[in-house]
């Protein structure tokens, strides 16, 4: 799977966990960037993307996340 389709994907899951179906995100979104996206919607979102893409983090992994582009490349990682 191409970095283009994971960011496709993951774009829908964020709108999905936000309901917000015009949300955009690129590399650099963080937290701060969406409004409503506090510790509990990010568990959703991290929860939401193993459904997706059939796969697990590790704790670790999730806290060294600082941006989408990390989520993109994470999920790029491990989905196949």
């Given at each position: 799977?191409?970095?283009v389709?994971?960011?496709?994907?993951?774009?829908?899951?964020?709108?999905?966990?936000?309901?917000?179906?015009?949300?955009?995100?690129?590399?650099?979104?963080?937290?701060?960037?969406?409004?409503?996206?506090?510790s509990?919607?990010?568990?959703?979102?991290?929860?939401?993307?193993?459904?997706?893409?059939?796969?697990?983090?590790?704790?670790?992994?999730?806290?060294?996340?600082?941006?989408?582009?990390?989520?993109?490349?994470?999920?790029?990682?491990?989905?196949?």
């Amino acid at each position: 799977m191409s970095p283009v389709e994971i960011h496709q994907k993951l774009r829908d899951v964020f709108r999905d966990v936000f309901d917000d179906p015009l949300l955009e995100i690129t590399d650099s979104t963080t937290a701060a960037d969406v409004e409503d996206w506090d510790s509990l919607t990010h568990i959703n979102l991290i929860v939401a993307a193993e459904k997706t893409y059939a796969v697990s983090f590790t704790t670790k992994e999730v806290k060294a996340l600082s941006n989408v582009g990390d989520f993109i490349r994470l999920i790029a990682s491990r989905a196949k």
